[in-house]
């Protein structure tokens, strides 16, 4: 409910599969439908809790073409759905397997309709809700 009170975001269900640290510096790692993501935690969690990862579409990233992920977490495979051109942006859909993931890109960003793309989301920005 906050993340969206606050503006349009991305969200994805999922479980907790593994935890570093403890209290407001944790770090979960969450097994959604797109594959793991590495998300701060709002309060404690513990393995096994099911939570809902949040981002913002501002900071969800677009990988240069041939970028290597360097790790499987937070980086994901999609093709362009959607492109409107808001103002000063481009607000894109990109589909992730079954999900739809909103990112917003600044031009001079060339994108396609049904071109395949890399996303990132920088694990600082994700956020690991309960409930």
């Known amino acids: ?9 991305n969200f994805l269900a999922g479980r907790i599969s ?6 407001t510096s944790a770090i979960a790692t969450v097994a959604t439908p797109i594959g793991p993501i590495d998300a701060r935690l709002e309060n404690e969690a513990r393995i096994g809790d099911r939570v809902t990862v949040a981002i913002r579409p501002e900071n ?3 990988l240069p073409h041939g970028g290597d992920p360097g790790t499987p977490h937070n980086h994901f495979a999609g093709t362009i759905d ?6 000063n942006l481009l607000d894109c859909v990109v589909r992730v397997g079954e999900e739809r993931v909103r990112l917003q ?7 396609d309709r ?18």
Do not use: H, K, N, W
């Open 60 to 62: 969800v990233m677009l």
């Open 1 to 9: 409910f906050v993340a969206d009170f606050i503006g349009r975001s």
């Open 18 to 23: 593994a935890l570093i640290g403890s209290g």
């Open 114 to 131: 049904g071109a395949q793309v890399r996303l990132a989301f920088p694990v600082e920005y994700c956020l690991a809700l309960r409930g």
């Open 82 to 87: 959607t492109i409107t051109y808001v103002g």
């Open 105 to 111: 890109l600044q031009p001079p960003a060339t994108v």
